[in-house]
């Protein structure tokens, strides 16, 4: 569990549901919460919370027991406080959950974070939402934000992964008290993290798996991560907390760095949206 800086916990592994649909979203959000998972994440863009809180429901788990994260989407946030506050209620009903986690800004989208945050801070004082933060913020919109915010956002997920490390990033959030939760951690696309040589030798020393050794990686630097809802790597994603990698071969698999996103659109700074 990492603290939040308003005092609550968050589990420092959890599942991601992006590009899971319809059956096969509420089958995963169940099985994962079966084997053990209690943190889930999603997002209005994901067009599944239904399905995430119907997984939810199947599990039997009780709800207090399931920290549930997801994000207001960018095109509600072009559209103003009022949509925000729509999408906000309407995500409430569609996860079933009777509130929310964690609420995220999913991207800095220029000129609209003010009003969506102000919304946020009026879900977090009415009880409806337990926790609010920003994903895929730079320093400079943490500046911006912090010069009006009233709550202070607790998390910013960002993309981590061993070829985009994001050090002084990270540096800066933990200097403000914001936790840092790694998204896309084997990277995405055309992007071979796990088959790098390195990692290889690494799963052959610990006698792990690549994957392993990456998302252990990225618990060692005292991040949050949020791996894909594959069923078939459930049992072995959890497996993470029970080994610890050397600090030099950390510092070696940070040594991979290249400032590389996984999607060249996903640059915060020229995002198109």
Request: hydrophobic share 40%; aromatic share 8%; net charge negative.
């Amino acid at each position: 569990m990492i603290r939040l800086n308003n005092n609550i916990e968050i589990p420092q592994i959890g599942v991601g549901t992006w590009t899971l649909r319809g059956e096969i979203a509420r089958q995963n959000v169940r099985l994962a919460l079966e084997a053990g998972f209690r943190h889930v994440d999603t997002a209005q863009g994901y067009e599944n919370e239904a399905e995430v809180g119907l997984g939810i429901i199947d599990s039997g788990v009780t709800r207090q027991e399931i920290f549930v994260t997801t994000k207001v989407a960018t095109n509600i946030m072009r559209e103003g406080h009022e949509a925000v506050r729509k999408s906000i209620d309407e995500s409430l009903a569609k996860l079933k959950t009777g509130y929310i986690d964690l609420l995220l800004i999913h991207w800095p989208v220029k000129d609209c974070v003010k009003d969506t945050w102000q919304v946020m801070e009026d879900y977090v004082l009415q009880g409806k939402v337990k926790s609010i933060g920003v994903s895929n913020f730079n320093r400079h919109h943490l500046d911006d934000l912090l010069t009006y915010a009233e709550i202070r956002p607790v998390i910013n997920q960002i993309e981590v992964h061993p070829f985009m490390t994001q050090e002084e990033n990270i540096a800066y959030n933990r200097q403000l008290g914001i936790q840092v939760e790694a998204w896309g951690p084997f990277g995405q696309g055309d992007i071979d993290v796990v088959g790098h040589p390195l990692l290889q030798s690494l799963a052959a020393k610990y006698q792990k798996t690549a994957s392993q050794i990456v998302l252990r990686w990225i618990v060692q630097r005292g991040l949050i991560t949020i791996p894909r809802a594959k069923p078939n790597h459930f049992a072995e994603n959890l497996e993470i907390m029970t080994f610890s990698l050397s600090n030099d071969d950390v510092l070696a698999i940070s040594a991979l760095n290249q400032n590389l996103r996984s999607n060249v659109l996903n640059d915060p700074e020229t995002f198109p949206w």
